[in-house]
């Protein structure tokens, strides 16, 4: 049987080691002339699925137009998919296919059979300059077009596993169309996003890889953690940069784990997220990390409805992610010490829900840009 308790009231919300963020301070001080990478790493909640808009109302969202505005921007990787069942961000348009793999970066597309498949990604505002991550998971090919055929050409992958970037530089100014499609084989056209640049000097490089249904257990592969350090294949450091190496990373998961939809335990989630935040100091040391754990009613204590699966047992969870802190240097934001026993009355959540309202996502952001 679960024990069940109330929220600890002796636990200040955020949790903020003395030089928790130092590398944080150096990164955005030299923005103007280096750039920096800000990453949230986690779950539907991460994305921002309770929104009417994620990418505009989002906590993410918010934050990432409260430091771009300080700091000048760089990029923006937008992912494929907002979850593993398969559903498109606003950035991409294409045929119906499942994700099939996490890569550290998400979850990248897959498509059964030979010709199938066909994404078509849109720059949301003009650029000169973007990119299209894939995953080189099977040895074959497929093709791409740039602007309905003004440019186009042939990916050939090996099967290395390594996540590799097709590279667009110098464009005429337009926000750019890229179809993929014409796969060779099953499983070959995999793609995880695009990054649409601002600048390829300065600035801030947003990315929120926040996947709804995924869990810790996606980042538990040693290959999938290399890669958030900045390595593109197990043992091979090869420099893969932006929306590797970030100098900010958020990590949001677990609510799926607790809810019982894998056998990861709290344990278990612990040590996945330990190898990511040393994964993550890896690539770029000092990364300053911030770990979140969302309030996960129990319809028990406050004044909403059960939400998550298991949610008496989600205190084990919020006690891993303060101990991961503790161990490792990072911040950590508890929205149950912060929103209480009332979040629904508070307008943050809406009853049986855990998913973050428009005005639970803003009060995130407002949040952690005081400490940011």
Known sequence: MPISRAPRASRPALYLPDGWDSGWKAAKAAASTTPAGVLALGDSVTYATGSTSPTTLGWFALLRTSLRTRHGGYADLHAVYRDTGGTLTPYWAGTAGAPAQATGYGVASAYVGVGTGTLTYTAPSACTDLDILYHDRIAGTWAWSLDGGAQTGTVTTTGDLAVKRLTFRGLASSAHTVACSTQSATNV???????????????????????????????????????????????????????????LAFLGMGVNDCAGTTLFGPQQHTFAWGRVIQALRRGYPGCAIVLLSWNNPTGIFGDGAAAGGNAEDWWHWVDAHQALAERYGCAHLDLEAKWGLTPVTSGFLTSANVHPTDAGNADIATTLLGVL
């Open 189 to 247: 056209l995999a793609l995880v996003g695009a990054v649409h640049y601002t600048s390829l000097t300065t600035g801030l490089g947003f990315a929120n890889v926040g996947v709804g249904a995924l869990s810790t257990l996606s980042y538990l592969s040693t290959a999938q953690v290399q890669l958030l350090g900045g390595w593109q294949s197990a043992g091979a450091p090869t420099g893969m940069g932006f929306p590797a190496k970030p100098a």
